[in-house]
């Protein structure tokens, strides 16, 4: 018998325990008063009362504070250089926000050199991580050429598995007369150079960027290359986002403002999860999409950063908490388990998201007794500590 080399934590004392795990706790959040988590190596191996906690090695306690699990964004745009100050100091002065500023950042992205853009996503991935953040997915997007474009990949890939192909986030300046001709380059040699280093493709299918046509055949050619299509969808305007994203399978459909009845029906009748993004619509002051009607409709809902140097610089996952609960009709718990399991399902994670046995042992303490005060007490930081993979990093 092989003898046992990972050391063993019970973290104790746990005030409020959010499992999303109904089958622990009570209610869709799974909550469990007074208690326990045993963690064995990277996972959860137990869960329960306090006072049935099995020995460990180690032993951290609580005091009496709330843990969740990690929060889950599914929806980040983390390799890129340069600033975009200017521009959010001119939005916020009256101009309107259009998709054709991302070609700023393309720019500055060109120019950077490997280690600039990898030493950038490093701190950004830190900031996050700090505040509570386990699991992040990355895009490409501001390169927007063959070379630039799988480098942002490969770079993605040295801090996340959850890596998307977003060649087509708007069409290059290079290609500013010849649209279709980008989309053949998206959808060909592109695609070639990225597809080994995503797991996902994703279109920006939307007014100035690309429209039904055009990302049905990008999205077609990732899923043909093996990769699962996640969706820009209907930000700026009504449109085919959504439909398109139920039609071949996304996994999600992201930003979800402006939808039809028949846009939530869809996402209510699929497996398709609604990615909210209220940084973008706070950034932009833009109108924000209803949460309470998507979850009214039997929609999955998730919540994001959409984390990126344009439209929504942020990378608080608690942020978006409070902005959901106070502009989207989202109640705390709906909005915490969005944060977290919705995530998980945005990414079709069930090892992330959820506090049970076998799971990742990804964990947030608050410095408070209840995760309604991540949406009680918005901009106040109260990360308390953060495990990923059993390994506390704060």
Sequence with gaps: MNARTTRTTVITGIGSLVTNDPGQGAGPLGLLTDAAVVVDGGTVAWVGPAADAPAADERFDAEGRALLPGFVDSHAHLVFAGDRTAEFNARMSGQSYTAGGIRTTVAA???????????????????????????????SGYGLTVEDEARALRI????????TYLGAH?????????PAGYVDLVTGEML????????????????????????????????????TPRVHANQLSYGPGVQLAVELGAASADHCT??????????????????????????????????RRLLDAGAVVALSTDCNP??????????????????????PDEA?????????????RTDVGVVAPGARADLLLLDAPSHVHLAYRPGVPLT???????????
Aim: proline share 3%; aromatic share 6%.
């Design 109 to 139: 992205t060109r120019a950077a050199s490997d280690a600039e853009l990898d030493a950038n996503l490093a701190r950004f991935v830190r900031e996050a991580v700090r505040q509570g953040t386990t699991t992040i997915e990355c895009k």
């Design 156 to 163: 993605a890939a040295a801090h996340t598995p959850e890596t």
């Design 170 to 178: 708007v069409v290059a300046p290079e290609y500013a007369e010849d």
């Design 192 to 227: 070639d150079a990225c597809a080994p280093h995503a797991r996902w493709v994703d279109v920006f299918c939307e007014q100035g960027a690309f429209d039904g046509e055009q990302a049905r055949a990008i999205l077609t050619a990732g899923i043909e290359r093996g990769l």
């Design 258 to 291: 402006h939808l039809t009845d028949e846009d939530v029906a869809a996402l209510a009748g699929s497996r398709t999860v609604a990615t909210l993004l209220p940084g973008a619509e706070f950034s932009t002051r833009a109108e924000y999409p209803s949460g």
């Design 310 to 331: 344009g439209s929504s610089f942020t990378s608080s996952m608690a942020f978006c908490i409070a902005v959901a609960v106070r502009e989207m009709g989202m109640t």
């Design 336 to 348: 915490v388990w969005a944060a977290t399991a919705g995530g998980a399902r945005a990414l079709r």
């Design 384 to 394: 308390a500590a953060v495990w990923r993979a059993g390994v506390r990093e704060v």
